[in-house]
């Protein structure tokens, strides 16, 4: 097990509709990606945080949000949801080692 | 920018046969590099990185700053190599990390 967990695992909602994300980081790692994976953009940057700060962000929408708060898990806040929003979200966590450890991550449909 | 480029979104190759996927990036500094590994069904796995200068499962990269690439090779192709395969680079400030689109390498039997 790589140490990041992600919930839920699948997730099927309707558009318009609202849903959060759950990522627990590795242990000891400070640093949480977020990463939306579609078929046609691949593997996009959407967020960072650090010890519960905003680092960088990517191409995070503004209907998208997250946040980590003081025990290092994080949340990815989705609303207002759209039929694109379906993909693999995938947290990451790091930089243990220098590298990125990744959870499963979460299928998000929208119908 | 900074910025990495994989130009290829699918490569097919016969089992046996070398391949190659290609990597360029754009980064202003000295920055570390790395291939990571989606097999179907399972999570985004470090591969290797530029630093370790290490052959994992037969795969090996070299950094040409000259060329700013890191393409991924291996010289005889396993079915069990069919996998996304992504690079990646880590920026020497704030610990970002950015990816390629991916590579999908589909090995023929």
């Known amino acids: 097990d790589s140490g990041v967990t992600q919930t839920p695992k699948h997730l099927i909602t309707a558009t318009g509709q609202r849903v959060t994300l759950r990522c627990s980081p590795r242990?000891?790692?400070?640093?949480v990606y977020w990463y939306q994976q579609s078929l046609d953009q691949g593997l996009q940057f959407l967020i960072q945080y650090y010890n519960g700060e905003e680092r960088a962000k990517g191409n995070i929408l503004e209907r998208f949000s997250a946040q980590q708060f003081p025990d290092l898990h994080s949340e990815l806040n989705l609303s207002s949801l759209e039929l694109g929003d379906s993909a693999l979200y995938f947290c990451?966590?790091?930089?243990?080692?220098?590298?990125?450890?990744f959870g499963a991550g979460s299928r998000l449909t929208v119908l | 920018a900074q910025r990495v480029t994989q130009p290829e979104k699918l490569l097919s190759v016969f089992k046996g046969a070398p391949v190659e996927l290609k990597c360029n990036y754009s980064y202003s500094g000295s920055p570390e590099l790395f291939w990571y590994v989606q097999y179907s069904r399972q999570r985004l796995q470090l591969l290797l990185r530029h630093i370790s200068r290490e052959s994992i499962k037969g795969f090996t990269a070299d950094l040409n700053k000259g060329e700013t690439s890191f393409h991924l090779k291996k010289p005889f192709a396993q079915e069990e190599d069919s996998a996304m395969y992504y690079c990646a680079l880590k920026s020497n400030t704030g610990n970002q990390f950015y990816f390629g689109t991916g590579t999908s390498l589909t090995v023929i039997p």
């Open positions: 242990s000891g790692d400070l640093s």
């Open positions: 990451a966590s790091g930089p243990g080692a220098n590298v990125l450890t």
